[in-house]
Structure formats: C-alpha cells, structure tokens
C-alpha cells in the first residue's frame, strides 16, 4: 500500500515557475515509476510527466516537454515536478500517481493517487 500527497499549490503568473512535491509513504516507494496527471475544469485527466524506480528514465507529454522537469529521490520518497516557463493553458489540478506496471502514461495503470494540488497561471 503507498499513500500519496502533493503539496505545492500556487497561483502563478504567465512565464513563471512552480515546484510541485508529492510524498509517498511505504517502504517499497522505490520499486514504483511515479507519474503526474493533471485535469483542467470540464476536460480529462492527462498525463504530464512519468519517471522510472530509480529516476534513471523520464518521459514526457508533449504540451510539457523542455519546460517541465520530473525527478525523484527515493531517500526521502518524493517525487517532484518542476514547471517552467508556465503557460495559462497549464492550469489544472495536478495528481501525483504510483504504478508497479512500468512507465505507463493511462491513468488506469496507476495504482495509487494524491487528492491534487492546484495550479493556477494567470495571463
């Protein structure tokens, strides 16, 4: 069982930079790739960013990719998202996520969520 929780809400203005944490809970937090979704007001949960158990492995959805930063340190069982370069069009809630089946980007392979931390980019 792992338990996760995001921190880092913000209200930020267009062009700026935000730093989620999400902190698992659980002795086995390193034998999971962790991902982040995020879903805007009347869309879908989408996937944002995945990384690998030992951080070695990262991928990208491509409205993110070379602006948003996915990494993890299993020392302190936190995963982080550094957003860069932020756009209004990036304002969601955002979901941490644990998943045992490898580096998936569906939301059914995640096995275990965060309650979401909002983020707001103001034009």
């Known amino acids: 069982q792992v338990q996760v929780v995001e921190s880092g809400v913000g209200l930020v203005q267009a062009g700026g930079s935000l730093r989620l944490s999400c902190v698992a809970s659980?002795?086995?937090?390193?034998?999971?790739?962790m991902g982040w979704f995020r879903q805007a007001p009347g869309k879908e949960r989408e996937f944002v960013a995945v990384?690998?158990?030992?951080?070695?492995?990262?991928y990208y959805a491509d409205p993110v990719k070379g602006r948003f930063t996915i990494s993890r340190d299993n020392d302190k069982n936190t995963v982080y998202l550094q957003m860069n370069r932020l756009k209004p069009e990036d304002t969601a809630v955002y979901y941490c996520a644990a998943t045992a089946q490898g580096m998936g980007v569906a939301t059914s392979l995640y096995d275990y969520w965060g309650q979401g931390t909002q983020v707001t980019v103001s034009s």
């Open positions: 659980g002795r086995t937090f390193s034998s999971y790739a």
């Open positions: 990384i690998n158990w030992s951080g070695g492995n990262t």
